[in-house]
């Protein structure tokens, strides 16, 4: 099992999304990949580097963008990454360089190579933009789902 954990700032908007978007196209896919490569089982699961919005759900743009994908995100809940997660996950991957910065500095570093930007995988070492401040969900969304799709890709290469 492949241990994933996406991470932004509050884990209320990028990350969510970004969670749920791998979840559904690893579902959608079956966990399988043009040229018939299995992927192994995935976990999935994202954090946030700050406290400010620990236990609050996922932002309404997030939730509605997802929801007309036809995409869930009922009890999700916010949480902060911790130390730990560095040691549980195998991937965690943030949303913009401040998030990495962050992500690094709880974590006490990245001795293991396991922290990435998600555009990263698309190609490109550039943030996704925090539709908390500005409003553009679709944009968001749209930079997901790319940095999704060259992770998956990325994931079947290994």
Partial sequence: MIKILFICHGNICRSPMAEYVLRDMAQKQAITLPGGIRLPELHIASAATSTEEIGNPVHRGTRDILRRHGIDTSGKRARQMTWRDY???????????????NMARIAGGDPEEKIYLLLHFAGEETNIADPWYTGDFETTYRDVVRGCEGFLKFLARK
């Fill in 87 to 101: 040691e549980e996950y195998d991937y965690l991957i943030g949303m913009d360089k401040a998030n990495v910065l």
